[in-house]
């Protein structure tokens, strides 16, 4: 089992930047993948930012250049999403997730972002 606590969420002017934090723990060493997803109201939940337990990045293009997910240790145990140059499209509570060896997914309560033009 793995646990996980978002952070960083808020309301911040357009051009403005947040820096979100997902707390991991339990199971922590059996994370491989650890993602950002983002749900608008009344959109599906898309994934925005994905790095691996190998370091490997990945975004959605629509925040390529503008966010960067990165580890702040080597065990896994917090994942930041830095998002620079928000745009009120970028609203919506933003979930983190890890997935395990096995299969298994996990996730976090949400944080809200907020962006006024």
């Known amino acids: 089992q793995v646990q996980l606590v978002e952070s960083g969420g808020g309301l911040v002017q357009a051009g403005g930047f947040l820096r979100l934090s997902c707390t991991a723990s339990?199971?922590?060493?059996?994370?491989?993948?650890t993602h950002w997803y983002r749900q608008a109201p009344g959109k599906q939940r898309e994934v925005v930012a994905t790095?691996?337990?190998?370091?490997?990045?990945?975004y959605v293009d629509s925040v390529k250049g503008r966010f960067t997910i990165s580890r702040s240790n080597a065990k896994n145990t917090v994942v930041n999403l830095q998002m620079n140059s928000l745009k009120p499209e970028d609203t919506a509570v933003y979930y983190c997730?890890?997935?395990?060896?096995?299969?298994?997914?996990?996730w976090g309560q949400g944080t809200q972002v907020t962006v006024s033009s």
């Open positions: 790095i691996t337990s190998g370091g490997t990045t990945n």
């Open positions: 339990g199971s922590t060493s059996s994370i491989i993948v």
């Open positions: 997730s890890a997935v395990v060896r096995g299969g298994n997914k996990f």
